[in-house]
């Protein structure tokens, strides 16, 4: 078993930065791959990004390649999303998850078999 537990989110004016955090319990963290989504209201939960189990492969959906930089650290159990050049449009809840899967960079939300609680992230004009 696997808990999730993100942080980070907050309110930030367009243009700006913010770095969320998830923090895994269980010894089996590093050998999972992991992945970000968020959900806006109304809309659909939709992946963002995601990174292999070694942290050497990482994959982004089209609308924040160039922005959001995904990154894990396997000694402290924790997975990071540094968004930068932050957009109104980007306001959502985000969510981290883990794949059982334990390889590749799965991108699909039944791919993932933990999830945590998420954080708002809101994004001003």
């Known amino acids: 078993q696997v808990q999730l537990v993100e942080s980070g989110g907050g309110l930030v004016q367009a243009g700006g930065s913010l770095r969320l955090s998830c923090a895994a319990s269980?010894?089996?963290?590093?050998?999972?791959?992991m992945g970000w989504f968020r959900q806006a209201p109304g809309k659909e939960r939709e992946f963002i990004a995601c990174?292999?189990?070694?942290?050497?492969?990482?994959y982004y959906t089209d609308s924040v390649k160039g922005r959001f930089t995904i990154s894990r650290d396997n000694g402290k159990n924790t997975v990071y999303l540094q968004m930068n050049s932050l957009k109104p449009e980007d306001t959502a809840v985000y969510y981290c998850?883990?794949?059982?899967?334990?390889?590749?960079?799965?991108?699909?939300?039944?791919?993932?078999?933990?999830w945590g609680q998420g954080t708002q992230v809101t994004v001003s004009s």
């Open positions: 990174i292999n189990w070694t942290g050497s492969s990482t």
């Open positions: 269980g010894r089996t963290f590093s050998s999972y791959p």
């Open positions: 998850a883990a794949s059982q899967r334990g390889w590749g960079t799965p991108t699909r939300r039944y791919e993932y078999d933990y």
